[in-house]
């Protein structure tokens, strides 16, 4: 199996950044997508971005395009996701995915991590 474990996630102001990663295990972390979803409270599990093995492909929820930032280290076997101009409907439990395949939107994924809670405060 994959094992994935977030950290990074915090309390910051509206318009302030985080920098979220995920440290992957288990299973070979190379040839997989991998990708943030989040979750905020009383709402479904939401798409945010998904990256390629390579890096070459992502694809990025239209709520955080121009905000978001994602990246991968294949020989850490850690994802980041930098956050900009974070706002309030940005605070949610985020997830890092792991997937056999890259895809628009990350379907199929099949491993995800505890999250890691992101609060925006205004």
């Known amino acids: 199996q994959v094992q994935l474990v977030e950290s990074g996630g915090g309390l910051v102001q509206a318009g302030g950044s985080l920098r979220l990663s995920c440290a992957a295990s288990g299973r070979t972390f190379s040839s997989r997508a991998m990708g943030w979803f989040r979750q905020a409270p009383g709402k479904e599990r939401e798409f945010v971005v998904g990256?390629?093995?390579?890096?070459?492909?992502?694809d990025y929820a239209d709520s955080v395009k121009g905000r978001f930032t994602i990246s991968r280290d294949n020989a850490k076997n850690t994802v980041y996701l930098q956050m900009n101009g974070l706002k309030s409907e940005d605070t949610a439990v985020y997830y890092c995915?792991?997937?056999?395949?890259?895809?628009?939107?990350?379907?199929?994924?099949?491993?995800w991590g505890q999250g890691t809670q992101v609060t925006v405060s205004s």
């Open positions: 995915v792991s997937a056999p395949k890259y895809t628009p939107r990350l379907i199929g994924y099949d491993y």
């Open positions: 990256i390629s093995w390579s890096g070459d492909f992502t």
